[in-house]
C-alpha cells in the first residue's frame, strides 16, 4: 500500500514523500512474488520520487533486510522503531507491527523514529 504525502518545511518549500507499507509472507512463493514486485515497484518509484518513507513487516532478519533494501538501489537508510508494540502475539509476547522503517532523500538524517502505537494498519 503506498501513498503520497505533500507538505512543506520550515523554509516554505513544498516536498512529496512517497509512503509505502509493506508486508512480506513468511514463506513461500508469496514471499518470492512479493519480494519481485517490491522490487520492481521501487526501481520506477525512484525514479519518479526523490523522498521515500518505507515501513515494513518483513517476516526476516534486520541483515537480511538490509541486504534486500541495497538490492533496490534507492539509498535507503535504516531508522530506529522505539515504541511500536503492535498488536500481535507470538509465544505470548505482543511484537511489533512494523519491524523496519527505512527512508531515502530527506535533506537531514533524522536520529529517531517512533510508530503510533494507536494506529493499526
Not at 512480506?24 to 518513507?53: A, D, H
Not at 519491524?99 to 523514529?113: E, Q, T, V
Request: glycine content about 8%.
Amino acid at each position: 500500500m503506498s501513498g503520497i504525502v505533500t507538505g512543506c518545511t520550515k523554509s516554505g518549500e513544498k516536498f512529496q514523500l512517497l509512503v509505502t507499507n509493506v508486508h512480506i509472507p513468511s514463506s513461500g512463493i508469496r514471499k518470492k512474488n512479493t519480494i519481485s514486485e517490491l522490487m520492481s515497484s521501487f526501481k520506477k518509484f525512484n525514479i519518479k520520487f526523490n523522498k521515500l518513507l518505507l515501513l515494513r513487516d518483513l517476516n526476516m532478519d534486520t541483515l537480511a533486510s538490509i541486504r534486500l533494501t541495497l538490492k533496490m538501489g534507492t539509498g535507503f537508510q535504516k531508522a530506529k522503531v522505539s515504541n511500536s508494540k503492535g498488536s500481535r502475539y507470538n509465544k505470548g509476547t505482543v511484537g511489533r507491527m512494523i519491524d523496519h522503517i527505512y527512508y531515502a532523500g530527506l535533506n537531514s538524517r533524522p536520529n529517531w523514529c517512533t510508530a503510533n502505537r494507536f494506529l493499526d494498519l
